[in-house]
């Protein structure tokens, strides 16, 4: 079965479970699973208050409010739902936060991984797992070379190097129960991710929204640091993509794999802030390089991503002019006249990736 054949009827009337699903990238993945007709049960902790991406698009599906450090909890989940696969999302997201809590990063980012896998191994019912890492798993040397699969693991930071445990951890499952075993396990690591409905702290995006509502500056720290910025979108359709083909069996794509984007949305964190800045004139900002000081983050990291695009056939949709637009549109959406355009943007994002071929996308954008 071809992935265009598939992607649709592979997670319609599935049991999908959703780790961190009140967070920013895991609402818009229960809103889409839900608009494949997906059957979708959530484990995570409360939203950040009402305007929480969750709380705005409320996804037909079950919302569990727990701690996936409590492996009693997980446990419970799992047995009681009975999932055939997994999205794992929860995680403490922030580089700063995790200078602050390092002991709550890691063990939300390792232990909280562990009582996953744990209780996935445990059900008998899932046939699939992804772990969702980060970019920032790889070993950085601010080197001029994207990253493939194959290179070094690490971390600096404690964010960074917990999301690495992460890696090796799952690694550590996939060699020692998935070659024999039924479950599938695979890792997915994306880039900065970015787009309607996140309201993280410290985040640049948020920040700059929220700045723009009360009428002030954002402070920025490092405006010459590149990422590969991409819509929420586009790692999301790798995911779901690289989920149908464990569902399906298909042991050999047990792997670490790289989502991100062109290489043309590479892009300084200065070029992001004029972008934004042109799309919304309420935006404004201040550099402020002294705050950098105090904590250390990558000047320059990037992605290779041949393997997806030719093994798993995935490409990503939006370059960073529509991913800029599609962003900045959201927030002006919400905070001007409180619409709430998520499903319009998923419909928006379907319909261009059929327009330019994307090899995933034509049954997808037929359904609901």
């Given at each position: 079965?071809?992935?265009?054949?598939?992607?649709?009827?592979?997670?319609?009337?599935?049991?999908?479970?959703?780790?961190?699903?009140?967070?920013?990238?895991?609402?818009?993945?229960?809103?889409?699973?839900?608009?494949?007709?997906?059957?979708?049960?959530?484990?995570?902790?409360?939203?950040?208050?009402?305007?929480?991406?969750?709380?705005?698009?409320?996804?037909?599906?079950?919302?569990?409010?727990?701690?996936?450090?409590?492996?009693?909890?997980?446990?419970?989940?799992?047995?009681?739902?009975?999932?055939?696969?997994?999205?794992?999302?929860?995680?403490?997201?922030?580089?700063?936060?995790?200078?602050?809590?390092?002991?709550?990063?890691?063990?939300?980012?390792?232990?909280?991984?562990?009582?996953?896998?744990?209780?996935?191994?445990?059900?008998?019912?899932?046939?699939?797992?992804?772990?969702?890492?980060?970019?920032?798993?790889?070993?950085?040397?601010?080197?001029?070379?994207?990253?493939?699969?194959?290179?070094?693991l690490g971390g600096y930071d404690p964010y960074s190097s917990s999301k690495a445990c992460s890696e090796i951890?799952?690694?550590?499952?996939?060699?020692?129960?998935?070659?024999?075993?039924?479950?599938?396990?695979?890792?997915?690591?994306?880039?900065?991710?970015?787009?309607?409905?996140?309201?993280?702290?410290?985040?640049?995006?948020?920040?700059?929204?929220?700045?723009?509502?009360?009428?002030?500056?954002?402070?920025?720290?490092?405006?010459?640091?590149?990422?590969?910025?991409?819509?929420?979108?586009?790692?999301?359709?790798?995911?779901?993509?690289?989920?149908?083909?464990?569902?399906?069996?298909?042991?050999?794509?047990?792997?670490?794999?790289?989502?991100?984007?062109?290489?043309?949305?590479?892009?300084?964190?200065?070029?992001?802030?004029?972008?934004?800045?042109?799309?919304?004139?309420?935006?404004?900002?201040?550099?402020?390089?002294?705050?950098?000081?105090?904590?250390?983050?990558?000047?320059?990291?990037?992605?290779?991503?041949?393997?997806?695009?030719?093994?798993?056939?995935?490409?990503?949709?939006?370059?960073?002019?529509e991913t800029m637009k599609q962003t900045a549109k959201w927030y002006q959406a919400y905070c001007e006249e409180?619409?709430?355009?998520?499903?319009?943007?998923?419909?928006?994002?379907?319909?261009?990736?059929?327009?330019?071929g994307t090899i995933w996308a034509s049954p997808v954008a037929h359904v609901g």
């Amino acid at each position: 079965m071809t992935s265009m054949d598939s992607f649709h009827s592979t997670y319609s009337g599935k049991k999908v479970l959703v780790t961190g699903h009140t967070g920013f990238k895991g609402s818009w993945l229960c809103l889409w699973l839900a608009k494949l007709n997906a059957d979708v049960l959530g484990i995570s902790l409360e939203t950040y208050g009402p305007e929480s991406h969750f709380s705005l698009v409320h996804p037909q599906m079950i919302s569990v409010l727990g701690d996936i450090r409590d492996k009693a909890t997980v446990v419970d989940t799992f047995s009681s739902f009975q999932p055939e696969i997994v999205f794992h999302l929860a995680a403490q997201p922030l580089v700063r936060a995790s200078y602050k809590d390092p002991s709550f990063t890691y063990e939300t980012n390792v232990i909280g991984t562990l009582n996953v896998l744990e209780a996935a191994r445990a059900c008998g019912s899932v046939k699939a797992f992804i772990n969702v890492t980060t970019d920032k798993v790889y070993k950085n040397l601010e080197r001029e070379v994207d990253y493939t699969e194959e290179d070094r693991l690490g971390g600096y930071d404690p964010y960074s190097s917990s999301k690495a445990c992460s890696e090796i951890l799952t690694s550590s499952y996939r060699q020692s129960f998935c070659l024999e075993g039924e479950m599938l396990i695979a890792s997915a690591r994306a880039g900065n991710v970015i787009g309607g409905g996140d309201w993280s702290e410290d985040r640049l995006i948020p920040d700059l929204i929220r700045a723009a509502l009360n009428g002030l500056k954002t402070e920025v720290r490092s405006p010459m640091a590149t990422r590969p910025w991409q819509h929420v979108l586009d790692p999301l359709s790798g995911y779901m993509l690289l989920g149908a083909k464990l569902l399906e069996g298909r042991r050999d794509f047990c792997e670490g794999w790289n989502f991100g984007p062109s290489k043309v949305s590479n892009i300084t964190v200065q070029e992001v802030l004029d972008r934004m800045q042109a799309q919304w004139d309420k935006i404004s900002y201040r550099i402020n390089e002294e705050e950098a000081k105090k904590y250390h983050e990558a000047k320059l990291l990037m992605l290779d991503c041949s393997k997806a695009n030719e093994q798993l056939g995935w490409q990503p949709t939006w370059r960073i002019e529509e991913t800029m637009k599609q962003t900045a549109k959201w927030y002006q959406a919400y905070c001007e006249e409180k619409q709430v355009i998520s499903m319009q943007q998923l419909e928006e994002y379907l319909a261009a990736a059929r327009e330019s071929g994307t090899i995933w996308a034509s049954p997808v954008a037929h359904v609901g």
